[in-house]
């Protein structure tokens, strides 16, 4: 059982360049989850879907568009990087009236 | 959901109870109190939760006063593995609640 996989691992970026981060989870969730973590702080939220279908703005959504393609895949694309975005990005799973939030082992995206 | 409040950083000899503490006192009715850390740089792991009662498992306990305006993580005995970051989070119970991290407390433990 996987649980949440996130691709790339590491990835390095020119400003201005696009990229998809790719998020896929083997568990049946409903929610999934896209958050930053910059260094010395939180995670902050990018955006989430409750479902297959619909997502939502988190506190955090400028520069970014998401996809929930299927209940298993939620992508995060940067359509033109900036500096700014340089950040590990995580995706988390839960089921419906689950507790309990599943997060994958990030992606660390630097743009220079 | 409701905001938290913790502290930056703690430090706990190992072998002795760490003790975290949360302040939510905008708390709501159908708002629960989740835990979560973060080791290292790897992505956060759920500990415990809970809504008004105290909860134990087999990592923590956790203690929520009686008007659920505070809460208190307990690691009973604490180790050098449970060095991490924790997260106190507020999250009602609704199918499409967001989970939303503020900065946590960097908990050090210590031989």
Not at chain 1, 27 to 39: A, F, L, V
Not at chain 2, 47 to 62: F, R, V, W
Not at chain 2, 86 to 108: D, E, N
Request: overall charge positive; proline content about 4%.
């Amino acid at each position: 059982n996987a649980g949440v996989t996130q691709t790339p691992k590491f990835q390095v970026l020119k400003t201005g360049q696009s990229m998809t981060l790719q998020c896929a989870q083997d568990m049946n969730h409903n929610s999934m989850y896209w958050y930053r973590q910059d260094p010395g702080m939180g995670l902050r939220l990018i955006y989430y879907s409750a479902s297959e279908g619909t997502t939502d703005k988190g506190e955090v959504p400028n520069g970014y568009n998401v996809s929930r393609l299927n209940k298993r895949e939620f992508s995060l694309r940067l359509e033109s990087a900036a500096p700014s975005q340089t950040s590990v990005y995580f995706c988390a799973s839960r089921s419906t009236g689950s507790t309990e939030a599943f997060f994958g082992q990030g992606t660390r995206l630097t743009v220079v | 959901d409701a905001k938290t409040t913790q502290p930056t950083s703690m430090d706990c000899a190992e072998g002795r109870a760490a003790n975290l503490p949360c302040n939510h006192s905008t708390i709501s009715g159908n708002e629960y109190v989740y835990w979560y850390r973060q080791i290292h740089s790897q992505g956060p792991q759920y500990i415990i939760h809970g809504l008004k009662n105290n909860e134990t498992n087999e990592m923590a306990s956790l203690i929520i006063t009686e008007d659920r305006k505070s809460s208190t993580l307990i690691l009973p005995h604490a180790t050098l593995r449970d060095t991490a970051v924790y997260y106190c989070i507020v999250r009602s119970a609704g199918t499409a609640s967001k989970l939303t991290f503020g900065t946590g407390t960097r908990l050090q433990v210590t031989l």
